[in-house]
């Protein structure tokens, strides 16, 4: 089987070599010639486990290749961005969906399979990729076969969920469910689930949107919590003892490419009706301003100038930054003339970023951690004994130990802290 994908970036990349791995022939297709250039040099650019691996073992064995442009194929797998329009509900931006499917139109033949594994709005393969292909002459379901399959893979651990997660296979027509399953057999173990395309759509969408409302909850009860003088991460401990309660853990703002973004597609197709996810959204997007809030009355208190991030990137032990709240933390505490702002991530290159935590933490007055990085998970005394005040403030309530000398509180505890006398020099 030949498989092409068009979109070599964090699920199109990891797809392609997992193909190539179970026998596929692969060719991956990238508008980036600098992407194109170092994947067939055998560099991945991208931070994933096992992904630098794959990808040497796919040339080795000369089943993978990319370059700019598809060739054909049996099937064509489109895992290209749909970022947000810029419009009042943010729905979803099919441009590059559409410039892929494009792409591929010279290259199908009798019996292809295109797939879209891009995140996408409800209805959209229906509305706006079959009537594309229709038009150049397909009869979907009989000549070629057209599926939406999204990924449901988290990054950190993408190769084994790539396996081992249950598919949902959504076709046009039940012969395009059936071919689109019959390429997934290729190295999926788990569960495949058929359905129709915009069922799938909205299912992908749905599990997303559900993390980003749960979340809210957590970051609402965190802004009660602390105006009441209430721990929130000793409610929430004590909330889902019970066994049909899992509140999930409150945070610095939502980022990545799924649970801050996927939502609007809901409600920019459904906006008198979406309510609840409206107002999710709006919780989780305003706590980046929460936190540069409460950092700046930390500031007063201390009496204190420079401030050292702890992680730019969205979630822990990647790479990834899209979307990512402690980006946007940054860029406001930047704004601020009163501050020397610092970065450490020792995953992500930035232009802020420090060569190592100890020099990021030296005459800082405080350490605000805002990506859960397992490097973050315990503070050594070397790291903080030359901050000019040795405060901690840990936004993902990660940190398992605490110097002697040192403050430190979290989302639960900031109260404590915040109702301290200012410090004067």
Do not use: W
């Amino acid at each position: 089987m030949k498989v092409c994908v068009i979109g070599l970036g964090y699920i199109g990349l990891p797809t392609s070599v997992m193909f190539a791995k179970y026998g596929a022939e692969v060719v991956g297709v990238d508008v980036h010639p600098h992407v194109v250039e170092s994947l067939n040099k055998g560099e991945a650019h991208l931070e994933e486990p096992g992904l630098q691996e794959l990808l040497n073992e796919a040339l080795e064995n000369k089943k993978f290749k990319a370059q700019l442009v598809p060739e054909p194929a049996d099937a064509f797998i489109i895992a290209v961005p749909t970022p947000n329009n810029l419009n009042d509900n943010m729905s979803c931006d099919l441009t590059y969906v559409l410039q892929a499917v494009e792409s591929t139109i010279p290259y199908i033949r009798k019996g292809s399979t295109i797939i879209v594994e891009s995140t996408i709005a409800p209805r959209s393969i229906e509305d706006y990729v079959q009537p594309l292909l229709e038009k150049n002459g397909f009869t979907i379901g009989e000549d070629i076969y057209l599926v939406h399959c999204p990924e449901r893979v988290m990054p950190g651990n993408i190769f084994h969920e790539l396996i081992n997660n249950m598919r949902i296979i959504g076709g046009i027509t039940p012969s395009c469910s059936d071919a689109g399953e019959k390429i997934y057999r290729t190295f999926v173990k788990s569960k495949i689930v058929k359905t129709d395309a915009k069922t799938a759509e909205m299912s992908k969408l749905m599990e997303n949107t559900f993390r980003d409302v749960n979340i809210a909850l957590a970051n609402e009860l965190t802004k009660i919590c602390n105006d009441l003088h209430i721990n929130a991460l000793d409610v929430i401990e004590m909330a889902n003892m019970h066994p049909r309660v899992n509140i999930h853990s409150p945070g610095p703002g939502v980022g990545g490419h799924c649970l801050a973004v996927d939502p609007y597609f809901i409600v920019a197709k459904a906006p008198e009706t979406a309510d609840l996810i409206s107002r999710s959204r709006s919780i989780n997007s305003s706590m980046p301003f929460y936190i540069v809030e409460k950092v700046k009355k930390i500031m007063e208190i201390v009496n204190g100038r420079t401030i050292t991030i702890g992680g730019l990137a969205y979630k822990g032990d990647i790479d990834d930054i899209r979307e990512s709240p402690a980006l946007e933390i940054l860029e406001m505490l930047k704004s601020e003339k009163d501050y020397e702002v610092r970065a450490y991530d020792p995953y992500v290159y930035h232009a802020d970023n420090a060569q190592n935590l100890k020099e990021a933490l030296r005459g800082s007055d405080l350490f605000l951690i805002l990506t859960d990085h397992s490097h973050f998970k315990t503070i050594h005394d070397e790291d903080i004994n030359r901050m000019a005040n040795k405060v901690i403030f840990d936004t993902r309530n990660i940190v398992l130990n605490v110097p002697v000398d040192c403050e430190y509180f979290n989302l639960g505890s900031v109260h404590e802290f915040l109702n301290k006398p200012v410090m004067h020099v």
